[in-house]
């Protein structure tokens, strides 16, 4: 028997995806055993679930936990990554909850907050916020609801992120994220002008050679995940262009690193070069400007401002959107009086000549 296992970094590797080359000499048996057997910490009730939200095919057809499997037979499945588990302490911390019905939660993060418990984030993150919601909310017993994520945004990205509140939406959810079906738009603005209105930016994207902790883009074919940002040009700015960016794929810092790869890194991006300046000129009263643009947005000017998908369990399409935050949007109003007050100097300068 051979077997493929694929980890998918859809906003930091979410996704699982296996696939098994039956046996000839295979004997019938239920599917959901037979994954058992050959799937480590992977419990029933999982593969059931990701079963009945047609995750699991067969022979490229979709099958039922109680599918009995047979010689030769190709399986393949996609099953919801968990990250790695640590105690999950519920915290009341503040979140704004756009949506919410017993299947989903939608939620407007705020940049700053860490998505998911890691080293050395044990507590304060969202996931731990969202604990201590559940254990507000009625239900019938203390595993009725957690908080699954479906995907995720960096820490100092704010906007709109999904979370799945049982098995059953979290395995149909994760299954549109990994048929690329999402509809996810996000706002970012970013250093140096577009000769063109819109554009789309290719190349594969994995850690860097030389430093691991970042990513980076590759056009060889066998480096990296292939990956595709269509951006499309809002306001434009002269030494900064505020753009909407569209994702086929999801890679760990796509946006930040396609952009940086196109010669415009974020506004304020600490990791990717954005955090200097970039365009404009060297007088101190321009880098007084900058460094007050900074301060008010001390982290990459990137927000995740929109998203659309098939709810799991009405089959209707719903949509989400969000304003921008106040730390972005002050910016822009600050860029729009500089850019103003500029063109006002130039135009007194040529009627006094």
């Not at 057809?61 to 099953?79: A, C, G, Q, R, T």
């Not at 900058?290 to 719903?318: M, V, W, Y």
């Not at 007050?341 to 300068?349: P, R």
């Amino acid at each position: 028997m051979s077997e493929e296992f694929e980890v998918l970094d859809e906003e930091q590797e979410l996704y699982e995806h296996y696939r098994f080359d039956v046996d000839k000499k295979q004997s019938l048996l239920r599917i959901d055993k037979f994954l058992m057997n050959r799937m480590e910490s992977v419990s029933r009730s999982k593969l059931q679930a990701a079963a009945h939200a047609g995750n699991i095919l067969v022979n490229n057809m979709s099958v039922k936990p109680n599918y009995k499997v047979k010689p030769n037979d190709v399986i393949s499945i996609v099953l919801a990554h968990p990250p790695h588990e640590f105690e999950l302490i519920p915290q009341n911390i503040p979140i704004n909850i756009v949506y919410e019905d017993d299947e989903i939660i939608v939620v407007n993060k705020d940049a700053g907050m860490v998505v998911h418990p890691g080293h050395g984030n044990y507590t304060g993150t969202l996931v731990n916020a969202l604990m201590y919601h559940f254990e507000q909310l009625p239900r019938k017993s203390a595993d009725d609801y957690r908080p699954g994520l479906v995907h995720r945004i960096d820490k100092n990205t704010s906007g709109i992120l999904l979370i799945a509140k049982n098995e059953i939406a979290m395995a149909k959810l994760a299954k549109e994220f990994f048929d690329h079906t999402i509809q996810r738009k996000y706002v970012a603005i970013v250093w140096g002008d577009f000769q063109e209105e819109e554009g789309t930016i290719t190349g594969n994207i994995g850690r860097s050679l030389r430093d691991r902790k970042v990513m980076a883009v590759f056009q060889e074919e066998d480096i990296g995940r292939p990956a595709i940002t269509h951006y499309k040009v809002l306001e434009r700015f002269g030494y900064i262009t505020l753009i909407e960016c569209q994702l086929e794929t999801g890679r760990t810092h796509q946006i930040r690193v396609h952009m940086k790869y196109a010669g415009h890194p974020l506004f304020n991006d600490d990791i990717y070069g954005g955090d200097a300046i970039l365009k404009g000129t060297t007088f101190s009263k321009y880098r007084q400007f900058i460094d007050n643009c900074f301060k008010i947005l001390p982290r990459q000017a990137l927000h995740a401002k929109s998203l659309g998908f098939i709810h799991p369990s009405t089959g209707k399409e719903i949509f989400f959107d969000s304003e921008l935050p106040q730390d972005m949007q002050e910016v822009l109003d600050k860029w729009r009086r500089y850019i103003s007050d500029k063109k006002n100097e130039f135009e007194e300068a040529g009627d006094k000549s």
